[in-house]
């Protein structure tokens, strides 16, 4: 069984950065990056897999950088060029294989808050 921690949240001015990290008890397989804007489902942000190919949703591809450190069973997501509506809940998902809500192992979130 993983754990999963984010952390790096916090409230940025639009047009900011900042930089998520996720720590995992163990090894992890496909890693992937969840956000809950307030009214919407929560959505796929990004993901990165054991090879490092990685996937991101349109509304982020250009500001946002999914990576993973191996030695320190950590991912990170770069989030540049930050706009209000970013703001959200990030969740960090493991999987043996991308299969989306509901499955894998879960953070508990970090807050993404970013003012206009």
């Known amino acids: 069984q993983v754990q999963l921690a984010e952390s790096g949240g916090g409230l940025v001015q639009a047009g900011g950065s900042l930089r998520l990290s996720c720590a995992a008890s163990?090894?992890?397989?496909?890693i992937a990056w969840y956000r809950q804007i307030p009214g919407k489902r929560r959505e796929l942000v990004a993901s990165?897999?054991?090879?490092?190919?990685?996937n991101y949703t349109d509304s982020v591809k250009g500001r946002f950088t999914i990576s993973r450190d191996n030695a320190k069973n950590t991912a990170y997501l770069q989030m540049n060029n930050l706009n209000p509506e970013d703001t959200g809940a990030y969740y960090c998902n493991a999987d043996y294989k991308l299969r989306g809500n509901g499955y894998g192992y879960w953070g508990q979130g970090t807050q993404v808050t970013v003012s206009s």
């Open positions: 163990g090894r992890i397989n496909v």
């Open positions: 990165i897999d054991s090879s490092g190919i990685t």
